[in-house]
């Protein structure tokens, strides 16, 4: 097989070359280098064609930063001209439509939205010829740039949505006659409000990032533990197309399997930093279990937490599905700060972490296969 960090830098040189937008020439490329590499080590190749929106994934960060902010100047306007009951059904009214209309946009709209339609391409590589694999090895080539890293984003989320959660308390507060707010405590939420929105209403999607970290690396380690797996009919690899116009590959492919499959997505893997387990929805355990075993075994250093919140993955997509499904990465706030930036290139990543993501997502992928044979 090979030295396998020699292997990791072929595969990032060979993908990392150029941006990759979602849908172009680039992003094809890879996903033909990957699909190459893959039959050579015995895999058939299939694909999966699909249409989506491209609208959620380009605009609705923006226009839900947007929407947020004008929501909390309302609210503070409103309770400040002693009007709080009104400040309170607005809160509730841009709650009622911020998330559910979030939520039909990511799980449904990014597939059924007649706007912005564009074509998308998945890859999968399994052997044999019996049922379909238990468990998938799964990243996405596509890349993308914004004006704004993506810790700026998601701290920008986090404060938004904190902001008017405060905004909201202190109306309660103020509709109950306990306290009424100064000026002060008002400039104080309204700076702090359009601070976390700033980064979020920057958050336009641009081509100017190579994607070596956001997404070669998480290929790459999928690659080289697909080379590890290579005698198991049980584990499968999908290299999945526009995640980062709203997981659209993800959520294609999952609307055409059963749930309860298992997911191990790679997504981000710096040449520094501990090794990190992430998932969404509820603690998908066996396959928790099972990476903590993996790391363990292989004497890897490995810690597990909730999705950063800001953050997303294809692994959210298949875990709405149904499907157990958590992401293997890692890194650094540092790492966090590079991603979507013209940064994100092969002059900042050595590939010195994909061996080890490779050796525990395939110990791994090997653990549960065996558990969920007949």
């Known amino acids: 097989m090979g ?4 292997r990791a830098r072929t595969h990032l040189t060979a993908i990392a070359r150029a941006p990759r937008a979602a849908g172009g020439d680039a992003d094809a490329a890879a996903r033909r280098y990957a699909a190459r590499v893959l039959e050579e080590l015995g895999y058939r190749i299939s694909e999966q064609h699909f249409g989506y929106s491209e609208l959620p994934g380009r605009f609705a960060t ?7 902010l004008l929501a909390l100047a309302g609210i503070l306007v409103l309770t400040r001209a002693g009007h709080p009951g009104d400040a309170l059904m607005l809160l509730l009214a841009a709650a009622a439509a911020l998330g559910g209309g979030g939520a039909w946009l990511a799980r449904r709209g990014v597939l059924d939205l007649p706007l912005m339609r564009a074509r998308g391409t998945n890859l999968f590589a399994t052997r044999g010829d019996a049922q379909l694999p238990r468990v998938w090895l799964v990243a996405h080539t596509d890349s993308k740039s914004q004006p704004v890293p993506q810790a700026a984003r998601a701290a920008g989320i986090v404060l938004l949505a904190g902001s008017i959660v405060v905004a909201g308390l202190v109306t309660v ?17 309204a700076v702090a409000g359009t601070i976390g929105a700033i980064p979020v209403i920057a958050s ?6 190579d994607g070596a970290l956001d997404n070669a690396s998480g290929v790459a380690a999928v690659l080289l533990a697909a080379d590890l797996v290579a005698g198991d009919p049980g584990v499968g690899v999908a290299i999945t197309a526009a995640e980062e116009l709203g997981l659209a590959g993800a959520r294609a492919w999952a609307a055409t399997e059963e749930s309860g499959q298992i997911a ?11 090794l ?7 603690a998908p355990a066996e396959v928790l279990q099972s990476l903590q075993e993996a790391a363990r075994d292989g ?7 909730r999705l950063v919140p800001g953050l997303l993955v294809d692994a959210v997509a298949l875990s709405d599905a149904g499907w157990q499904a958590a992401t293997v990465s890692r890194g650094t706030l540092r790492t966090l700060a590079r991603v979507h930036t013209s940064r994100d290139s092969l002059a900042h990543l050595t590939g010195a972490g994909i061996p080890e993501a490779a050796a525990v997502l395939a110990r791994a992928a090997q653990l549960l296969s065996t558990r969920g044979a007949p």
């Not at 923006?62 to 947020?68: D, L, S, V, Y």
């Not at 336009?204 to 990032?209: D, K």
């Open 3 to 6: 030295d396998p960090l020699a």
């Open 62 to 68: 923006p226009i839900f930063g947007g929407a947020g």
């Open 173 to 189: 507060v103020q509709l109950a006659g306990w306290w009424v707010a100064g000026g002060g405590a008002a400039w104080a939420v």
């Open 204 to 209: 336009i999607v641009g081509n100017r990032s």
């Open 264 to 274: 191990l997505n790679c997504d981000g893997v710096d040449d520094v930093g501990v």
């Open 276 to 282: 990190t387990v992430m998932y969404s929805g509820s």
């Open 299 to 305: 004497g890897h250093r490995c810690r597990v937490m």
